[in-house]
């Protein structure tokens, strides 16, 4: 799609868009929005895990992923272009958490990985009801050109403990390409690489095949690989995969997410930070059918939601009703944004849910059991004063809940002694909103910093 087509996207109108929104300044009590009364806060353990995590539902079980780096390094030498070049990635553990029977957390290193820096981590729980893992992984060809992890992964738990993960990417290479973006291809930049599998997501279609939106950059050394990297999109059938490039060339495909229409077509709501148009984009399957099949002009539509940079993470859900919607930080106005679409196509004027501080770092959306949509995130400060310079005694992880067209911004953690609510994850269980979340703190004589995983629960 080109500048002139997503100009016009952005503009679309629709004789019946979804309805302004307002917001209540004040911040509520944790009581706001039906959870009355405290949250409970329970211990994820796994080290210093939290990093980018994800939740899953399935009936009333909920859990959680996330990353955890280590002190480890691992060595490694490449020469790009004929220059080496030594460098020592960390190893991050992948972490997945969920309650027993007895409601107490429980949590485990599913696999250990290279990172130069943390990429995501997907979560979804199959048809059978079993968690299942997306994770980038070092593929059976290391890269070339970069150090660190450089393939898509997958892996489920079976009686009680994760599989063997199955290699899903072998380097840039894809079995099918949409014809709308073909163009972007030009100097054979396409499908050429072996780097990628970056920023996982996952989910499952009505038939329980496992859908995976990830980013391939290509070489991964050169700023022409990021401003140039397509998203890529895994399709399950049976015990095969196949990969059909979804955004072609154009940079794409950080903090992917993905969700279902009610007609069971998948949707990938993802960030494009180096490309010629940054901005959040959503690419949607509107035709259903084979891998050459959505090759079509047509079968996929991208669109562009939000234009500028962004921070870290996505929220995005899909409800019953097909009702899109969309939350991310705003690094223009230091705002969390929202927006949604009751097509997929015409989209209302972004509002700002908190409007106090530096506010909605990392969102994560999720529906609540009435269809209406939730966002946890961190709030860094109570002030717009040194923006992104996130203050211990004002900050903190909130939860905004949305009744009718009124936001309700409430906190739900917010100690002054640390650094409380990054990376929040949301779900809701029995009616109930249960948040993932990280928490740090630095000793004020050895300057070590403390990073653990927990997760509040509202009563």
Not at 9 to 26: D, E, G, M, Q
Not at 115 to 122: E, I, K, Q, R
Request: hydrophobic share 35%; glycine share 12%.
């Amino acid at each position: 799609m080109g500048a002139l087509a997503l100009v016009s996207a952005l503009l679309a109108c629709s004789s019946n868009p979804p309805p302004p929104a307002t917001v209540t300044k004040p911040d509520a009590t944790s009581g706001a929005g039906g959870d009355a009364g405290a949250y409970t806060f329970k211990s994820l353990g796994c080290g210093a895990a939290g990093t980018q995590s994800v939740a899953a539902v399935s009936g009333t079980t909920v859990a959680f992923a996330s990353l955890a780096q280590t002190t480890t390094p691992q060595a490694c030498t490449i020469s790009p272009l004929g220059s080496t070049n030594t460098s020592k990635p960390y190893v991050w553990n992948i972490c997945y958490a969920a309650a027993d029977s007895g409601g107490n957390y429980t949590s485990q290193v599913v696999t250990s990985q290279p990172y130069l820096g943390p990429t995501g981590v997907g979560l979804a729980f199959n048809a059978e009801g079993s968690p299942t893992i997306a994770f980038t992984g070092v593929g059976s060809t290391p890269p070339a050109e970069t150090c660190g992890s450089n393939d898509l992964f997958v892996t489920s738990m079976q009686a009680g403990a994760f599989s063997t993960p199955v290699q899903v990417s072998n380097g840039s290479q894809s079995g099918g390409l949409i014809a709308s973006q073909q163009g972007n291809c030009s100097q054979n930049i396409c499908d050429l690489g072996d780097t990628t599998g970056f920023w996982p997501a996952i989910g499952f279609d009505p038939s329980g095949n496992a859908m995976m939106p990830f980013r391939d950059i290509h070489y991964g050394f050169a700023a022409d690989d990021f401003a140039k990297s397509d998203v890529e999109f895994a399709e399950q059938s049976g015990g095969s995969y196949s990969i059909l490039t979804i955004d072609v060339s154009r940079g794409g495909g950080t903090y992917n997410r993905i969700a279902f229409s009610p007609e069971g077509l998948p949707a990938v709501l993802q960030f494009n930070a180096k490309g010629q148009l940054p901005g959040v984009y959503i690419d949607r399957e509107v035709t259903g059918g084979s891998l050459s099949a959505q090759e079509a002009t047509g079968a996929w539509v991208a669109q562009q939601l939000s234009t500028g940079q962004i921070d870290e993470q996505l929220g995005f859900a899909i409800n019953s009703k097909g009702l899109y919607s969309v939350a991310y930080y705003d690094m223009g106005s230091t705002r969390l944004l929202y927006t949604e679409s009751t097509d997929g196509t015409t989209w209302s004027t972004p509002v700002s849910v908190d409007l106090n501080g530096d506010t909605g770092h990392y969102p994560s959306l999720a529906f609540d059991a009435d269809g209406n949509p939730a966002i946890a995130y961190y709030r860094c400060s109570a002030t717009l004063q040194n923006v992104g310079n996130c203050d211990p005694a004002s900050d903190g992880l909130y939860l905004a809940r949305r009744t009718g067209t009124t936001w309700v911004p409430a906190v739900v953690s917010a100690n002054p002694s640390v650094r409380d609510g990054m990376y929040p994850a949301l779900a809701f269980v029995n009616g109930k909103p249960v948040i993932a979340f990280q928490q740090s703190s630095v000793d004020a004589i050895s300057q070590t910093t403390t990073i653990t995983w927990w997760v509040a629960e509202a009563p």
